[in-house]
């Protein structure tokens, strides 16, 4: 009886244990690049908020901006060894990482209009997609953020599109990016964000793409002041956490942590919204030139990548044109 009474004890402690841990808080550390006060940010502090107020501070969301947890794909490998981590991240890192397909999102000019966009995130082909990413340890918890037109800062004037040849373009280190700057005539250079500023300065790249909010928050207009409003992407951007931290999640943390990402995402798109003109006057304020080009002929020049050894003999047949069609 003695023996019976004691087990009993014991289990009684390790179930009260496993409760404790369930009860304990929950700490997200969430790292990007963006800086402080660009849409992005003030999105996860209202990610952050929603999150606390919905768990009751059981789940909570450190911010990490300005790259301070590292570059993105050194997050993704924390995500793979487990940690409690999220950061954002494209179709081009996605591709990398074995879905070839999810690359096709970040390809030059995909895109007509933002709509073409959210038809394609809510598409069965985008579904399949992210279920593919999961196999392979990545989950994505919100894909309904717009992160903005992409368009170019250079150092120089130019005045077509071939004035791209031989300049020396920052992109994110991704083979999509690299690609859809080299076959514009530039020379892609991948590089960690934090490191672009100086690299401008000393000359040893001579411009970057990115959203407007990032290029003026980064302050790169103080060492590039010519602006090509090419918008060759249309970039929105997916939150994503490692299967293993998600899947330690109960069932209703993990609907509440998707739900909020979603909502916090609507709230940065109203942001986008607001601060995109404000923003094109603030860097032309700041000496900033837009310069006027033919984008058509930046398009017509863009077809070429998707016809790419690189990317064809690795997509699926037909992609382009089910792509476009998951569009409708």
Do not use: C
Request: a negative charge; glycine letters at 8%; hydrophobic letters at 40%.
């Amino acid at each position: 009886m003695k023996k019976v009474i004691l087990i009993l004890i014991v289990l009684g402690l390790l179930i009260g244990g496993v409760v404790q841990a369930k009860d304990e808080t929950i700490v997200i550390q969430a790292g990007y690049a963006n800086n402080p006060g660009e849409p992005v940010d003030l999105a996860m502090h209202k990610w952050a908020e929603l999150l606390a107020e919905r768990t009751d501070g059981k789940i909570k969301m450190n911010l990490y901006p300005s790259s301070q947890l590292g570059s993105k794909s050194e997050l993704i490998d924390q995500m793979f060894a487990g940690a409690n981590v999220i950061t954002l991240a494209d179709g081009a890192f996605y591709a990398d990482l074995g879905v070839a397909d999810f690359g096709i999102v970040f390809a030059p000019y995909l895109f007509d209009t933002w709509q073409d966009v959210w038809n394609l995130t809510e598409s069965d082909w985008y579904a399949e997609q992210s279920a593919k990413l999961e196999k392979k340890g990545i989950k994505i918890l919100t894909s309904n953020w717009k992160y903005g037109d992409r368009h170019t800062l250079i150092d120089r004037p130019i005045k077509s599109v071939d004035g791209l040849k031989g300049l020396k373009i920052r992109v994110p280190g991704n083979l999509i990016q690299v690609k859809g700057f080299e076959v514009l005539g530039a020379t892609p250079t991948p590089m960690a964000l934090g490191e672009v500023y100086t690299s401008l300065q000393q000359g040893v790249i001579n411009g970057l793409e990115n959203p407007l909010p990032v290029l003026y928050n980064g302050k790169f207009y103080e060492v590039a002041k010519y602006l090509i409003l090419d918008g060759h992407v249309k970039n929105f951007t997916t939150w994503i956490t490692g299967t293993v931290f998600f899947n330690s999640l109960t069932e209703e943390q993990q609907k509440i942590l998707i739900q909020t990402g979603n909502e916090a995402g609507i709230y940065n798109n109203k942001v986008q919204a607001e601060v995109y003109d404000k923003t094109l006057q603030n860097m032309q304020d700041e000496g900033v030139k837009v310069l006027d080009l033919n984008l058509a002929e930046f398009k017509k020049k863009a077809q070429s990548f998707y016809k790419l050894p690189t990317f064809t003999e690795k997509w699926s047949d037909g992609l382009y044109e089910r792509v476009k069609e998951a569009m409708k």
